[in-house]
């Protein structure tokens, strides 16, 4: 520590300690308290006290400090300036301002990402309304009064680009017009509930859709200026709400034409923009009425034309009677032609009622299918049905359909998006473009409608959010789907399924691979050919059934077709032994198998990979072979090199000299060969993942047996050792594999066919001189003829 001279203390104490504040302290022993820090002031406000030893942080004080009866110590003290308490300064309050315009401008084209749901917001508002006013209506009889009807009516001018909406409905005073339209993201259907939750009455009515109050304002997708009138059953005045586009402003009149006068409800007129005055022609708007709103609990009717085929006489021209000489006093047939008389008239869009809303018992299978051919336009009666409903901490009604047939020239396996799944949130469409948000890739080919009236939706009502309550409506979904899958296997009409099979077989494979929580709903869904069953596919539960009492596992080969499967030398051992081995035939099965890894804790074994245990390992005969062939294993495995690993005793040959397995961590011959194919497939991965392989021999063929003798006699014959490559060759062939080079395989076997071949069918040698001498004999040359020579004669000439 470094110390102050008592020179350096006197300096200080002379000059310049009559600035400072004195400093009182009490001594103790081993410490000391200081109450007021001295010394000068850094940039980073702390005191720092002279006595600061030269290794402390911070500047030393060079200006004198009174010390009183301190103790000379080398401890340096701070204080920092936020032990002072200053007062905090004044807190100023202020709200958000928003350029109106702007806002809305964002409100209308950053919401909503498709224009036709304009017309879906502006039904679920009248809809609101309707429903307002029949829950008033039941302690209020009065507000009935003057239209007894509650219906919707939608009436265009194609000419003019003119949609009017009108309902009969609640209809909106002077002062709700204000808050309603001229309050953005003000929702009266909100304010109703809340006014219905504080009576303890919001129980009796869940209809109501609005929720953001911002979907009126949907209707500047379309239109340049929106006109608003409605009559409120509580005032005498008819009020008009009109706004225009990318304007801050809006002006509400009082209604005083008696021709547009309404009894109740509302009246929205939208002029529509110069590029979407498509929109007001009449087919069109019956197409998203019945696409949005079709399940809509009020009547929706749009002005549409009609026509009927009628006669009309047609006045027969003097002039051609006259050339056909008719007499004027005899009465002739009238003629007439077939005109189509055009007229226009309310006609009901939303005929179809949501047949879930209804009880399970009280719709019969015939509406079920009808309701499924309307809806997803079908032709063919669906396979199956599953009609629930769903209570609890999340509650939702919901019909799945299984399709008869897969959609023509469309892969679903591939594409995740599809419009089978039609989301409705209390009656009103909301999308039907998902991405596994409610069904996941595999079960994209269920069709059916989801209705809730509490789901996590986004302010347009077209994003289905992710949340808990999405993950539990899935779960639920999906379990629903595999009871109704479930229920087409264990139908007595076996043919149900096969066709199910033959269509979605692949998805429930692929579901085997990408769904791991669903094993036990998947496998047993799952269809397989069999060496017991070649032409009927059989389920893993019938396979486990037949399996033998000793059978620890479930064996099963990959293959291409049946046919190679069949015929493969993995099999020749588990023939003899009677043990069924499944066929696993299409590019995705042995994949999915491997995911699977077992089913009622029976493993999965593949029988073309090494250390396969079929339940006859006998080890006191594995020892004398390996004592006896030890040697020509060594021999084959030093000609072969690196292409094998090792060279065993093969357990599961019986007629073939040999096969060739696939190490066990490895990829099989079938799934080399697969991922060879592959058009984007990676080269310089397949020997990284390429398995070892391992030669096995079978030690009671004839060929194993004479190059045992030959390895004992002369292991370094050529014609034996190529006897090995062409072994190895072939084996890689019958085992599944491609040789690496298809020509030099056919250049061994035509050498080994010359060898065997040769001299085998050579005649005898007097045989030989006999047919050389009539080949001599059939040689001598003949005499030559001489020609005569005619002259020609000419044709018709007499000698």
């Known amino acids: ?6 020179r350096s203390v006197n300096s200080l104490l002379r000059y310049g300690g009559h600035r400072h504040r004195d400093a009182v302290a009490g001594a103790s022993i081993g410490s000391l308290n200081l109450n007021e820090s001295s010394g000068d002031k850094d940039t980073n406000g702390r005191w720092y006290s002279v006595l600061s030893t030269a290794t402390s942080s911070g500047p030393a004080s060079r200006k004198p400090l009174k010390l009183g009866n301190m103790i000379s110590t080398g401890i340096r003290y701070e204080s920092t300036a936020s032990d002072f308490q200053t007062p905090d300064p004044p807190v100023e309050k202020y709200e958000y301002q928003a350029e109106v315009s702007r806002l809305m401008d964002l409100i209308v084209n950053s919401l909503y990402s498709n224009k036709e749901v304009f017309l879906r917001e502006l039904i679920s508002n009248a809809s609101d309304a309707l429903d307002k006013l029949r829950f008033l209506s039941v302690t209020d009889q009065q507000l009935l009064e003057g239209a007894s009807e509650l219906d919707i009516r939608i009436k265009t001018d194609q000419e003019n680009g003119i949609i009017t909406i009108q309902d009969t409905g609640i209809g909106m005073t002077h002062q709700e017009l204000v808050d309603s339209l001229g309050t953005i993201a003000h929702s009266g259907t909100a304010k109703f509930l809340k006014a219905l939750k504080d009576s303890k009455d919001a129980g009796s009515d869940s209809n109501l859709i609005g929720q953001f109050g911002v979907g009126f304002y949907s209707a500047f997708l379309v239109a340049d200026k929106v006109v608003v009138s409605t009559k409120s059953p509580k005032s005498d005045k008819q009020y008009v709400w009109e706004g225009e586009a990318n304007s801050s402003s809006y002006i509400i009149r009082e209604e005083t034409d008696p021709e547009k006068f309404i009894p109740r409800g509302s009246c929205i007129t939208l002029h529509l923009k110069r590029d979407d005055k498509g929109f007001a022609h009449p087919e069109r708007i019956e197409r998203l009425v019945k696409n949005y709103s079709q399940f809509v609990s009020f009547p929706i009717y749009t002005w549409q034309e009609k026509g009927y085929t009628k006669e009309i006489e047609v006045d027969d021209d003097p002039s051609e009677a006259k050339k056909d000489g008719t007499d004027d006093n005899v009465e002739k047939k009238k003629k007439t032609k077939k005109v189509v008389e055009k007229y226009w008239e309310w006609d009901l869009t939303n005929e179809t009622q949501p047949i879930w809303l209804r009880n399970p018992k009280e719709v019969t299978t015939e509406e079920y299918n009808e309701f499924y051919k309307k809806t997803f336009n079908e032709y063919l009666e669906p396979l199956a049905s599953s009609h629930f409903t769903t209570e609890g901490e999340v509650e939702f009604r919901s019909i799945l359909y299984v399709p008869a047939v897969t959609p023509m020239g469309k892969e679903d396996i591939v594409n995740p998006k599809t419009k089978n799944i039609r989301l409705y949130v209390k009656r009103v469409f909301i999308s039907d473009d998902f991405d596994g948000e409610l069904f996941p890739r595999y079960l994209s080919f269920v069709k059916g409608v989801v209705d809730s009236n509490d789901l996590p939706l986004n302010v347009s009502r077209e994003i289905l959010q992710e949340s808990r309550v999405v993950r539990i409506m899935r779960k639920r979904l999906v379990r629903k789907a595999f009871d109704m899958i479930l229920g087409i296997s264990m139908s007595e009409n076996r043919e149900d399924y096969e066709k199910f099979w033959e269509n979605f077989g692949k998805h429930l ?42 059978q620890k596992d479930i064996y099963y080969i990959a293959a291409d077709s049946v046919t190679s499967a069949k015929n493969t030398p993995f099999l020749e051992r588990l023939y003899e032994k009677d043990l069924e081995v499944l066929f696993l035939v299409d590019p995705i099965d042995e994949v999915a198998v491997t995911n699977l890894k077992s089913y009622k804790e029976k493993n999965f074994v593949d029988i073309s990979k090494e250390d396969l245990d079929i339940g006859d390992k006998n080890e006191e005969k594995e020892k004398e072979m390996k004592q006896e062939y030890g040697h020509i294993c060594d021999w084959m495995k030093k000609r072969l090199g690196d292409k094998v690993a090792s060279v065993q005793i093969s357990n599961r040959l019986k007629t073939s000299p040999c096969v060739l397995v696939s190490g066990k961590f490895g990829w099989s011959a079938n799934m080399e060969r697969l991922m060879k194919a592959q058009t984007v497939g990676d080269s310089s991965s397949l020997d990284f993942m390429r398995s070892r392989r391992v030669f096995e021999i079978n030690p009671e063929h004839p060929i194993i047996q004479t190059l045992n003798a030959a390895c004992r006699s002369n292991a370094d014959d050529d014609e034996a050792l190529r006897a090995i490559d062409l072994l190895y060759d072939t084996a890689l062939i019958s085992s599944g594999f491609t040789p690496d080079s298809p020509s030099q395989l056919g250049g061994k076997i035509y050498e080994m066919m010359n060898m065997a071949l040769s001299n085998k069918w050579k005649l005898p040698e007097a045989a030989y001189e006999s047919h050389a001498q009539e080949a001599e004999v059939v040689a001598e040359p003949q005499p030559t003829l001489e020609a005569e020579v005619v002259e020609p004669v000419q044709t018709g000439s007499q000698k």
């Open 1 to 6: 520590m470094h110390r102050l001279s008592r």
């Open 509 to 550: 494979k692929l579901g085997c691979i990408e769904d791991r929580e669903n094993h036990k709903r998947l496998a047993p869904l799952l269809r397989f050919f069999s060496s017991q069953s070649e032409e009927e596919m059989i389920s893993l539960d019938e396979y486990v059934e037949n399996m033998k009492p000793d």
